[in-house]
């Protein structure tokens, strides 16, 4: 691991803790889905403020993969934090009882993550703890997430990294094996793979990322050109909602 990207880990300590403490925070909630960038996440946040001060909580649905939650809660057990699983099937028959409730893997989707982080925010208020964001940069340039869902966060401690780059972290911070080697999904649909889903792998959008930033974002091959029309796409993802404060 480069030099820079060591002393950015622990600048995301410094971050955390800083939060942790300028809040007056009692712990920190994390979504666990067994993926990388949550198990990342947690391990920052034990580093951070300690273990016992975490909460992993992981929130399946019917078409999980049990392997992930057999990985959260390795994951809990190594680094020393409490894990919870609560299933959310039961919250989403409550919304298929709605009128007019139309279900495709979009609409289902987007739901199953702001439910999920609705059940994170509703732990953290009643424990007063803050909610960490697992969102990586790759994935928040390409609004590759969840408005109000899970890119909603009071602490993003992997927005500055790239989704290879959190590879790198994740073998620093000793994160077994089966989760760092397991295909990214997030697990919407059986079978669901995210680069299947972007149509790029991540060393082609890490690598048109960087080349765009260099290029003023001018594009100037196939993989540039998809990965700048994301980016574009999804700009109302990464601003606020349009208002007139301060101008009326």
């Given amino acids: 691991m480069d030099d820079g990207l060591g002393c950015r880990m622990g600048r995301v300590e410094q971050m955390i803790r800083y ?30 403020v300690g273990p016992a001060n975490v909460l992993g909580i992981s929130l399946p649905t019917s078409v999980s993969n049990p392997d992930d939650l057999q990985d959260a809660a390795e994951l809990s057990r190594q680094l020393g ?13 409550g919304f298929r009882s709605m009128p007019g409730f139309v279900e495709t893997p979009y609409l289902l989707g987007n739901l199953m993550a702001r439910t999920r982080m609705a059940v994170l925010y509703y732990y ?7 909610v960490c964001g697992t969102s990586n940069r790759s994935e928040y340039m390409l609004g590759y997430c969840t408005k109000h869902g899970d890119n909603a966060a009071d602490l993003q401690p992997l927005l500055h990294l790239f989704k290879t780059e959190v590879y790198i972290v994740a073998k620093e911070l000793g994160i077994p094996e089966p989760i760092i080697n397991k295909v990214p999904s997030a697990g919407l649909w059986g079978g669901q793979s995210d ?20 290029q003023e974002w001018q594009a100037r091959t196939p993989a540039e050109e998809k990965v700048l029309s994301l ?6 993802k990464r601003q606020p909602a349009p208002n007139l404060l301060g101008i009326l």
């Avoid at 925070?25 to 946040?45: H, M, N, Q, R, Y």
């Avoid at 934090?81 to 028959?93: S, T």
């Fill in 124 to 130: 953290a208020n009643r424990d007063g703890r803050l």
């Fill in 19 to 48: 939060a942790y403490w300028d809040t007056g925070s009692k712990g920190i909630v994390v979504g666990l889905s067994g993926g990388i960038d949550s198990a990342v996440a947690a391990a920052f946040c034990c580093r951070a």
């Fill in 81 to 93: 934090m409490q894990h919870e699983v609560i299933g959310i099937d039961p919250i989403l028959a």
């Fill in 195 to 214: 680069e299947l889903e972007i149509g790029l792998p991540y060393t082609e959008i890490d690598a048109s990322l960087k080349a765009l930033e260099e």
């Fill in 231 to 236: 980016v574009k796409k999804s700009i109302h």
